[in-house]
């Protein structure tokens, strides 16, 4: 396809997005220089985002978008030749010819789509925080329960493991005398507190954050197997880039978790994908719905780390399309590396309105010909004022265009069609099912059982299974397991010698164990050492 195609309107190079006086092209090549979509409700926002996500398809460009209120999902379902639909068409030199795209529907709880998880050492510890709306210190001592988990082995799996790590930092205040029972997790204990102080206090703040979240349906979010972000950058037979679509609709019921779940992702992609340079079409495009929720009260810290990776990924060959309401939505230092605009009509009933309408306007590059702000008011529906980067990458005069109809059907599926999609989805049965592997849950637990069983030979009990029989078998080669007042010098010095190398074949063979697991929570333990721009670890 050389030329501008008559049904399409899209050429190998650009994709026809609407025409006024002058006809809207979003070239390819530039559109990893991220975009907005902004506008009032109701003005026609989710169809221009349909519009352009179509574009990108038929470019084979996969795409990754949020369905906010399930309107999106018609893309994956063929398109229908309506009157105002073919009026419109044929106003813009179209011939409209129905089509629809390959779709993959994903739901964090499972319900409409293939389940998506994350691990929480994939989270981290600054997006956790995000989610768990944490307070500073609350923060640090997430900061050190994660590198507690990294130093020892303790795979962070799921909500479980968490919450026994969180358990394990906690100082253990009980009797400290000769008779008292050996604290299995003194080590760990330890080393949190050589962090820093880490009170009972503040993890408990944090559990009941955690119960908060649990209540919410965030329990489903972690786990495995965890999503692999290879599965969005995926063409159909056809080479038309897959649509991803997350349905979000009680997602958004909890915005901290889905701007946070978002943010993730995108964080992923950051850190998974190769520096690319310049392409002549990006390897994903993602749109980011209700976009103010990622700004909303985040502190500076995160800022700063949101900036860097909008501003980094697009040299990774992401493009990144915010959709909300008003430009002011998006912080400034944000808002200037977006630069491909689609302005839907806003409404000013109001001194402070009129103040946002005008601070729309002053985000296009001006036309002599047009009054910017006069004209976001009086925009009908389907129309749009737009600025797309022109050759040379420096942003089009704004123009006043009529959004085109989109190929697709315009509206929800049914259930039954959903259904029919998921049962020949290209990732059915990968995420379905919900693993359970050895963690940090499961790592605590033996090292409690193995003290219980130590304790029970030392009580004259048979107890305690294999590891307390090779506890015992150990402890009395090197006198460890004698009470502490009978102990000689060398009995400690032998003592805190096998302590020290035991812990470490412990935490060998946890990472040896981790790494032959498949491939999620091995390379979660084979990479716990380095951490990423948002606090999730580096794949490299």
Do not use: C
Request: no cysteine; charged share 25%.
């Amino acid at each position: 396809m050389t030329a501008q195609d008559s049904k399409l309107g899209d050429t190998d190079d650009k994709i026809f997005v609407g025409k006024g006086d002058e006809q809207a092209w979003l070239t390819l090549a530039l559109a990893n220089r991220h975009g907005l979509v902004t506008g009032a409700t109701g003005t026609g926002k989710t169809v221009t985002l349909q519009v352009m996500a179509e574009g990108f398809a038929r470019a084979g460009v996969p795409v990754f978008a949020a369905d906010i209120k399930g309107d999106l999902s018609g893309i994956a379902e063929v398109g229908e030749a309506k009157d105002f639909i073919v009026k419109r068409a044929s106003a813009m030199g179209l011939n409209f010819q129905p089509d629809q795209f390959s779709t993959v529907f994903w739901d964090v709880f499972g319900e409409q789509g293939h389940p998506v998880r994350a691990t929480v050492t994939e989270m981290g510890p600054l997006l956790l925080a995000r989610m768990l709306d944490l307070n500073d210190v609350q923060e640090g001592v997430l900061n050190v329960a994660f590198r507690v988990a990294d130093d020892n082995g303790l795979t962070l799996i799921d909500m479980k493991d968490l919450r026994a790590l969180l358990d394990a930092i906690v100082p253990d205040n009980g009797k400290k005398g000769a008779d008292a029972a050996e604290d299995p997790l003194a080590a760990i204990r330890k080393a949190a507190q050589g962090f820093g102080n880490v009170t009972k206090a503040t993890v408990g703040t944090i559990q009941r954050q955690l119960l908060v979240l649990e209540n919410q349906g965030g329990t489903k979010f972690f786990g495995e197997p965890a999503l692999t972000l290879k599965d969005f950058l995926k063409t159909d037979r056809d080479g038309r880039g897959m649509v991803n679509i997350l349905v979000a609709d009680k997602l958004l019921q909890n915005p901290r978790l889905y701007a946070t779940f978002l943010l993730w992702m995108l964080s992923e992609l950051f850190e998974e994908l190769p520096e690319a340079g310049d392409l002549p079409k990006p390897k994903l495009v993602f749109f980011f719905d209700e976009a103010h929720l990622l700004f909303n009260d985040a502190p500076k810290a995160l800022m700063d780390k949101i900036e860097q990776v909008v501003r980094l990924i697009r040299s990774k060959g992401v493009g990144v399309y915010f959709v909300t309401q008003n430009p002011v939505d998006v912080p400034d230092r944000v808002l200037g590396q977006l630069g491909n605009r689609v302005q839907h009509a806003l409404r000013a009933f109001t001194p402070r309105d009129q103040k946002a309408v005008a601070a729309a306007a002053q985000t296009f590059r001006p036309n002599p010909k047009l009054d910017t702000a006069k004209l976001i008011m009086e925009l009908g529906k389907g129309e749009a004022l737009v600025s797309f980067l022109e050759g040379n990458g420096t942003p089009a005069m704004v123009e006043r265009v009529m959004i085109r109809p989109p190929s697709a059907r315009i509206g929800p599926i049914t259930p039954d069609e959903r259904k029919a999609i998921m049962g020949a989805s290209p990732v059915k049965g990968k995420y379905d099912t919900a693993v359970d592997e050895e963690s940090a849950y499961e790592m605590i637990q033996k090292r409690i059982a193995g003290t219980a069983a130590t304790a029970d030979v030392q009580a004259g009990g048979n107890g305690g299974g294999l590891l307390g029989q090779i506890g015992s078998i150990v402890g009395t080669i090197f006198g460890t397991n004698v009470k502490r007042g009978r102990l000689s010098t060398g009995q400690v010095i032998a003592r805190d010698v096998t302590r020290s190398v035991t812990n470490q074949v412990i935490g060998g063979m946890a990472a040896n164990i981790g790494k032959s697991v498949g491939g999620q929570l091995g390379g979660s333990i084979g990479r716990t050492l380095v951490r990423g721009a948002l606090g999730g670890l580096l794949r490299r």
